[in-house]
């Protein structure tokens, strides 16, 4: 049985939040600017101008990209075969983001849903970091991270259709999610949508669908090609960057798909704003 | 689409000059405030009470920015989602204050109340709140410390770029812009 050492994780996840925080990944960078070019709006493109502008500024300056700079998600794989010697997984997962958030100078975004009051000092400075776990053979920790603001997760949905809704509901179900949410989730966008499963497996499979980088299909040619039809019909609805009105309202569309129950047919939408901080790491 | 360069306070002349689309350079002192601290002040408009800064002519600012580094008057600061402030504004803006910095589309109410009182709604880039913090010169806090990142701070900015979102004719740019490019099969 291999052994990691818990200080050694609590780094790494510092390390991987307060650089996600000031750096836009390549694979975003490089379709902002394709969607630069691309775009048929004036108004739009001088929005996206701005992004890769600002995206200098951050990585330059080391500044955070966005002020929400998000909760913290991740979606962690152990190894059958490894170990961690000191403490907790979980524990030094949400020890390594209270420490990238506090020296990173990135903000506590954490409330109690009602009373709205900041949890920074009681569970802990943006804490608790949402995790899912899975065991995977080997002796390797996968740790995939992600900044997940507020704009683009407020306008996310979920809905479980019955099995005759078909692609066509889906697809319905995708374009009205994002048609609604017009500017607020700061397009260009990445739509991340979960089929099949139960209720939750629908939602954590579309989140998960965002970690993927941009320019990777889904596996199965069926979903691929959904994919597709899907991002020609969200850029048909002409809300652009920022709502300002253009062609390029989302950059992709990733879909994760699975098995359901022979009554139903879960859909959920997550959404991504343009500032799409994710990374991954082994350990 | 024009440009121009304008001085807080606002006023009426100021406001209702501006047009959807236009593009305006900010420079003085303007105030932030989400969720939180809007509903402390719409409460305190309403009663009468004492305001934390002179509403007349204001910009409010919607922000939550990042701590600043040792050294910064500001950490990254770009604009908030707009529409969990739509049943504040029209208050703010009967009250006096003229302008609205944030991110995403309003209410007709808020629209309305843009056109009945010479307010104006502006754009500023969601996401690139470290190119918008670097236009804050300074940053103080002045009311509800306690909220953290949603407290109200006096910001001093100079030439902060936003866009005419909704003006005082009932134009609004992102409806304009959509039905420009929406393709209708």
Do not use: W
């Not at chain 1, 001088?46 to 600002?54: G, H, P």
């Amino acid at each position: 049985m291999r052994e990691v050492a818990y200080n050694d994780i609590v780094d790494a996840v510092k390390n991987m939040i307060m650089t996600t925080a000031t750096n836009l990944p390549e694979d975003t960078l490089e379709y902002l600017e394709t969607a630069y070019k691309e775009e048929k709006s004036e108004v739009s493109k001088k929005v996206i101008e701005q992004l890769l502008e600002n995206a200098k500024i951050a990585r330059d300056e080391k500044r955070p990209l966005c002020q929400d700079t998000g909760l913290a998600v991740f979606f962690v794989r152990v190894g059958a075969d490894v170990k961690v010697a000191g403490g907790l997984l979980k524990d030094a997962i949400n020890e390594g983001t209270e420490k990238g958030y506090t020296d990173g100078y990135l903000r506590a975004s954490t409330c109690e849903p009602f009373s709205r009051a900041n949890l920074k000092d009681t569970v802990g400075y943006n804490l608790p970091a949402i995790i899912h776990f899975d065991i995977v053979e080997g002796d390797k920790i996968e740790i995939e991270y992600a900044a997940k603001g507020g704009g683009s997760e407020n306008v996310s949905r979920a809905r479980v259709f019955p099995p005759a809704a078909g692609k066509e509901g889906i697809i319905n179900f995708v374009k009205e999610c994002i048609s609604d949410a017009g500017g607020n989730p700061c397009p260009p966008i990445t739509v991340g949508v979960g089929i099949g499963g139960t209720f939750e497996k629908a939602c954590i499979s579309s989140k998960h669908a965002l970690f993927r980088d941009l320019g990777t299909t889904n596996e199965d040619p069926e979903m691929a090609e959904l994919e597709e039809i899907m991002l020609e019909e969200i850029n048909k609805l002409g809300i652009g960057a920022m709502g300002m009105g253009g062609t390029k309202t989302a950059l992709g569309v990733h879909i994760e798909a699975n098995p359901c129950h022979i009554a139903s047919l879960p859909v959920s939408v997550n959404v991504q704003c343009h500032s799409s901080r994710h990374t991954h790491i082994t350990i | 689409m024009a440009e121009y360069n304008l001085t807080t306070p606002l006023s009426e002349e100021d406001t209702r000059k501006l047009k959807a689309g236009d593009i305006v350079l900010l420079t003085g002192t303007i105030y932030t405030a989400r969720d939180a601290a809007h509903a402390r002040l719409v409460k305190l408009l309403e009663n009468g009470e004492e305001f934390p800064f002179s509403i007349e002519g204001s910009v409010i600012y919607f922000v939550g920015p990042t701590p600043p580094k040792p050294g910064d008057p500001i950490g990254s600061a770009g604009p908030t989602t707009s529409y969990r402030m739509d049943s504040y504004s029209p208050t703010m803006l009967k009250f006096g204050s003229r302008g609205m910095i944030g991110k995403g589309g309003r209410s007709q109410e808020v629209k309305d109340a843009c056109k009945e009182h010479g307010g104006i709604y502006f754009g500023a880039t969601g996401g690139a709140g470290a190119l918008l913090g670097k236009q804050i010169k300074s940053a103080k806090v002045i009311a509800y410390e306690e909220l953290g990142p949603e407290a109200v701070r006096e910001l001093t900015v100079e030439n902060f770029p936003v866009t005419v979102v909704n003006d005082t004719f009932g134009g609004d740019l992102y409806q304009i812009g959509r039905e420009q490019f929406e393709v209708k099969d």
